[in-house]
């Protein structure tokens, strides 16, 4: 009987190795592609043949629609796979992958070779360009078919192809679809843009007699305070964004939401992402006009969408679920039995994030009311501390190591930046208050940023997208969909967001390690001591930004 527990643990630990694995070898591709688009930018293809610059421009439009055909196949046929799928780790219990990763390291490595002379040497002719274009596009076909079977054997995914061969051409037609989307979002910014300038004219008219509207040169505002309409001030991106987080909400409320009617919350979402952004630019002006320009366009420029889109965003979630028009759940008099334990779980990291972007919005670059986040955040926290019984304080190396791995690649994919210290600086405070301000702000970055975040993301959502009774639900259980969106939705809250993206797989890796919560929170925690410390030591204070 020992002997059968004993062969039983270390089945479960051989396949938390696998799914570890594959979390490291995700984070490496992006990793690895990140750096090669840091290192070899495309304006290093100017003055080469127009052929090679048209190849190149269009490599990440092909990789963009066969990974959307990838994704699209496996969410087809993921019924049909869940079975294949729950028995795969048993059968790659003695995958060579360490032979794979080697064959696809050493085609990195050649593939990193050969991109310096074919994309920043001197001109050659054109049989030698052909020449080294075919060798490249060999070494980085072999690195990716490696990278593949490391991940998993050729064995295991050729048959998808050979059985559904037409599932993989229609994502990709898809994939097409999808950036041909984008496109027209860019083409369509003009007609979008006179639409928010002429509604943000009639919103100021509300307020102020002194309008300046001058549409054929996209400026709107008033005598005193006026600004020019970009592109991204047209709300497009805005409205992108609002798809994305209702289609994600759509798809992790399924079985709660009544279909087809919670669909109509997809274009509902997009018109009040429209006019909210509309609301956004006449307060702007209105701010710059009667109060401060400096707070107008710092502060308030660059952290009202964010706190607006939240806003409407969640707000919608939260009257879509409590509405019997959108919501099937039964609210008959009772709370679901898990609304209390989502609610520690989400509270302070809300929060934390509410207070700092109003506090934020309404300052010039510096936020002195920084510490008032982190005491209601406190607050919350010490409330709510008896639902936290699954954070296990126990010390690890490994989520140590995993911390200053992430520090490292922040610092790697931060552009370099000259000139004088941002604004961010404590700068009007002096002597004591600002010794005191630094203290909060890296208390803050070190302590409670990472155990709220990480509460949200790694606690609460990697497991919310697994079944709707979260707790149910054990710590540091992994699964695609899981891992994949609550890392990417915490890189997209960060400004840095591909820097955000891989730290988040980093963190997740930390947690499917123990299964312990608490190593996520030590690996977040290293690394935002060591970016405290980085700025303390160097006066980068953007990188708290």
Known sequence: MQCLLSDDRAIRAGTRLIYVRWAALLALLVLEVGALTIRFEPKTLEGGPLWLEGLFDLLPVGFDVVAVGVVVMLLVQWPRLQGAWQCLPDRLQNHPWSRYLFVHLAGLAGLVLLSGPLLEGRPRSTVSVVALTICWMGLGLLSLLAWLDCFLPHREWLPLLRRWPWILPAGMAAGLGVLGAGRLAQLLWKPLGVSTLWLVCCILKLFSEDVVYLPAEWIIGT??????????????????????????????????????????????????????????????????????????????????????????????????????????????????????????????????????????????????????????????????????????????????????TVFALWIALEPWKSGKTPPTAPVPLAGAEAVAWVIARALGSVSVTPLVEELAFRGYLTRRLMAADFKSIPQGTFSWPSFLVSSSLFGILHDRWIAGIIAGMFYALALYGRRKLSDAVLAHATTNALIAAHVLASGKWLLWT
């Open 223 to 404: 005598r005193a305070f006026d600004v020019e309409i970009a592109p991204a001030c047209s709300g497009y991106e805005g409205m992108g964004l609002m798809l994305v987080l209702m289609g994600a909400f759509l798809l992790i409320s399924r079985r709660t939401l009544r279909f087809p009617r919670a669909l109509w919350l997809l274009p509902l979402g997009c018109l009040l992402a429209y006019l909210a952004n509309a609301v956004r630019i006449a307060a702007l002006i209105l701010l710059g006009t009667h109060v401060s320009e400096d707070i107008a366009l710092g502060g308030f420029h660059s952290r009202a969408g964010v706190l607006l889109f939240l806003a409407v965003g969640f707000g919608l979630i939260g009257l879509s679920l409590r509405s019997p028009l959108f919501s099937a759940a039964d609210r008959q008099g009772e709370a679901d039995v898990d609304s209390t334990a989502s609610e520690a779980y989400l509270c302070p990291f809300m929060a934390l994030v509410g207070i700092t972007l109003v506090t934020g919005a309404f300052s010039s670059g510096f936020d002195p009311l920084y510490p008032l986040g982190l005491i209601v955040t406190c607050g919350l926290l010490w409330r709510y501390r008896k639902y936290y019984d699954d954070l296990c304080w126990t010390f690890a190396p490994q989520a140590v190591a995993i911390g200053v």
